[in-house]
């Protein structure tokens, strides 16, 4: 049933290589805001940080390696068999994934999809004692993205959708935590914001996206496979939500004359449980919640909290939308609260391209057996740069699997075994692409 | 049916007296860690500049004054009449309230008394062309404690629990959000955490504590009355409590994989509702509310929340308790949570004096007609320094009408009328008391 494998080095050499992705996820967590967690967030200390190292290993490997007017850290090697004169014109295949990490993060989302990026390209394009592996027709690209998870600005993407010529100019005004705005981050970084176009790439510049991302879910873990051919991208929108009450004294004020925004917004939160968990392939979550002002003794008037919201189509999660909003008028008119919702980030679902699904399902097809008679094929309900990049070029993308789907955890893992997997597979699906007719 | 009043002052005194109280509350709103809002922490900087504000006029009206060892401003006028040589071991009648702020406080909450304390004092206590108001057994001391909130290290009634001799040497531990502790926040104020003890009270010392306090509750207002007796003070414990499931990516985990603190949390605060709104004089609140990790993305792992549980009478309060908790067991239980609280702070009801009622009743007869054939009696549900001052001396309290009932709130109000009749009212007791065989 398998079939036969393009990628000729010896065992030792994947094995080796998955050992230095696995070295090499402990050095970037490392690199980390708050110590003894993971912390990196867009236009931090610690992405620069990151991006000078991804650098450094993109160099080692022979490319040329730069940091784009977003932040995001790219490496190039240009095609060896191009009789182009001028190699740095000639279309690349995309690999990659991001290097920023939620608050208290493990040590793989994101990072390990960049990390088997170098090892594949190492193994493909780096020259050995017996030559090429296999003629290219294009040029391979590295991009490490710089924001994927939006964890500093509420917007999720920046990084990838500055590639994918999606930047909106809306989105300088967006604040941190500290109210630090985008555009004064992107300064402070060394970064101009009058440039951020220059980031976006051209259609006609690329080949394709292929990314390499551990599942965030249990369903390879449940199913007992290591690898998997992702066929789409979750839909998704996120919510800033404001409820609002009245504060008042917590002893003096009795249950018929409070307003307390807290009740309301937990009524809410348990709304978004139980009207998504009766759907098929949705789901809410509510993530953050501030209490104000967040005294022990005083009622809170107001909360302000996160949801975020993913499904397979587009359709249903606007249907479920919809639901939640009729339900939060209903809790918040029964409560004497108004409520009021900002969207800060809406992206459609994405489909993988059947090409890139074929190579992929065919990379992992020549790399191990599997249980049934295909690779097992996964819908992603987490959000991937490839969604930002399937606007501008074909995506593909293969799952490694992820221990009981711990993710956005100082828990999450994934085995060196499975690394090693994930390495040759993706190493032979971009040997089968390079075959491909064009 | 009203009584002859004693103070034999003109109606413009008292006049003049309650806008210099209405102007002090401007003043000293503008005390403020957070310019725009009023807040005004335990051995804050703001907290130092208050005492002075409050020494300066207790000077003014020739009593001496000190901060004591716990923070407390402090004055004391000795009894005129007084033929002991030493004046100074003469019992007090204490007058007070307090300082100190919740966060985005209003401007009358404590600070009110211990201004119309201060009038008080200037009414019967200095002397006037025609001499003194009535001969006084007693010294005048009035306090303005220092931290009755609970604001800073969520313990409440810091300053008159010292007062009281309740120091408990476990609070020096407690943190305030910056990990700041109280031992520290000592230091750094310029107090001595081995002298504590110092602020303690002797029985023998005083002739009981008198304290005027907006009703922080609708009661009077509905009413329509501007002055109440206090007949007793809630029964209050608090809580911290922590709530512990898991951290997970929001996308890629199903619901049956779910520990998602947040809603096990929102459930709880639901119930706390449910169940105290079904009981008579109970009322229970959270105020604080936080996520972890508090990302938009990911399903929080942890909540922390305060539980502010106020009743009557301990006994129901306890039973309150009780009920919660076998709630909180079946919630957390049923979803995977563990769940724990701790205890921050437990006091139980305190009844205020026949006596001191008595004069409070007598103080208000003879000040104003009101609608019933005696003055309001109110239980008060929030808490008031008089609670720890019970456990050392007999305590009365004066309501004053707070406009619909709103407090802990920049909307917080009483009306300079109101504070008139106060004034008058509190006099009276004052010197009734004076007047009472002992």
Partial sequence: ?????????????IAAAARRVM?????????TATVGTVERVYLSPEHARVNRLAAEWMRELGMRAWQDAAGNQCGRIAPVNDLDPDATSAPALMLGSHLDTVLDAGRYDGIV???IALEVVRLVRVPTATGWAVPFPFAVEI????????TRFGKALLGSSAVAGQWNDAWWQLTDADGVSLRQAFLEFGLDPSRVGEAARRPDELV??????????????????????VSSIASARRFHLLVEGEARHAGGTPYDMRRDALLGASEAALAVERICADEHHIVGTVGRFD???????????????????RGEFDGERDRVWD?????????????????????????PAVFCAPLLQDVVRAGIDSTLPYRAEEPPVIFSRAGHDAMAIGSVTDVGMLFLRNPDGISHHPDEAVSAQDVAHGIRALAESVLRLAKEPR
Avoid: K
């Fill in 143 to 150: 991009m490490a993205f710089s924001d994927e998870e939006g």
């Fill in 23 to 31: 070295m090499r996820c402990e050095e970037l967590a490392r690199v």
């Fill in 291 to 309: 209490a104000f002002p967040g005294a022990v003794n005083v009622i809170p008037g107001e909360v302000r909290f996160s949801l975020d919201l």
């Fill in 208 to 229: 394709g996206y292929l990314e390499a991302h551990i599942e965030q879910g249990p369903e390879l873990d449940r199913a007992g496979e290591p690898l998997a051919v």
């Fill in 1 to 13: 049933m398998q079939a036969t494998p393009l990628l000729g080095v010896p065992p030792d050499a």
């Fill in 113 to 115: 999809g960049v990390l």
């Fill in 323 to 347: 639901a939640l909003a009729r339900d939060f008028d209903e809790i918040m008119g029964r409560r004497g609260l108004r409520w009021s919702a900002r969207e800060v980030h809406s992206a």
